[in-house]
């Protein structure tokens, strides 16, 4: 199991989740539940960790995360369901969840 990717905003990492998932990777979270028992201060220190259970996929999520995340010319989208703008490498709406459609 290997780290892949972390941010301090748990969107940030439930995209690289989704996005990851739907390349058939497995992958889980770690700290997802920190911040809340922590603290807003603490929770710098508890950024949530997404993490491949198998390290033969490391390699290729970190490719995949990294063209996803690094798309800073491509436009964003307005989610269908509750009209907020989102980023282009937002596969779900950062605002209700909804798949980009
Ligand atoms: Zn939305």
Known sequence: ???????ENRFFVANAKHILESHGIR?????????SIMGEAAALHA???LWVD???DYERAC???????SQKDAVGWQCAHCNEE?????ELCWN????HS
Do not use: G, P
């Open 1 to 7: 199991m290997k780290q892949v990717y972390t941010h």
């Open 27 to 35: 992958v889980f979270l770690k700290n997802e539940h920190a911040s």
């Open 96 to 99: 209700c969840q909804s798949e």
């Open 63 to 69: 490719r995949i995360i990294e063209t996803s995340l």
């Open 54 to 56: 198998d390290d033969a």
């Open 86 to 90: 989102n980023d282009a490498s937002f």
């Open 47 to 49: 950024w949530v960790e």
